[in-house]
């Protein structure tokens, strides 16, 4: 069943690299636009990452491997799919840095103990059948003080969950998006954990794509939409995430946001 799995998920990921247009690919603003909070979050808790060694796991199309690259980061980009490592590897020739590119399972990273230090993964942990044995395994890798960087979606918000039901095409069948709690496992495994919800108020951007907009969530994934187009929607984002600063005062609400965003310290 697990070996079942992990092909739907390399199966899906592979059909998606091969129809990247890498030339279209921004690679700042998945770090730096107004609609990325989770990584702006990230960063301001990584430090200076300049001649660090870091895994990027699940490097997607490679964004994460060559923004770290650019600031001075060795990259090592892996990710199940070998057709997402190729895209990785051409998207930093691309931009003129150098990474490394491995397939890798998350679950055994193929990797000694103590060998990097920054582990960075994003949308990654809710494609994986069981995250703590990934939490584990990026704990064992990292050298003493290393830091685990990560963020995922959160499974508790009606609205993102509708969504979901609806973007049948543009996600795997096997995702599984994680519970806050996590974050109680995650503090019990590591040393230190910092962690911030992120998008509340905010997903009104998500509402207007379809009811407005009429956008087909079949044929544009909207968590790729609000980066290429954070331009056009940064004057609603920067009041609604002045909104969701209020929101997640409030008892509970921060379960009701759309992902988390940890940073976790070996």
Known sequence: MLDETLARERQFHDAWAAAIDVDGIRVADYFEACTAPENRFILQQMGDI?????????????????????????CVATDYSPGMVDVALQLAAKNGVEIEGRTINAMEIDFPDNTFDLVYASNLLHHIPDPKIALKEMHRVLKPGGKACFWDPLKHNPVINVYRRMATEVRTEDETPLD???????????SETAYDTFWIATLWIFLKFYLIEKVNPNQERYWKKIISEQERLKPTYGQLEKLDGVLKKLPLMKRMAWNIAVVATK
């Open 50 to 74: 300049r001649g660090k060694l870091l895994l990027d796991l699940g490097c997607g199309a490679g964004e994460n491997s060559v923004y770290f690259a650019q600031k001075g980061a060795r």
């Open 180 to 190: 806050i709690n996590i974050v109680d496992y995650i503090q019990s495994v590591f």
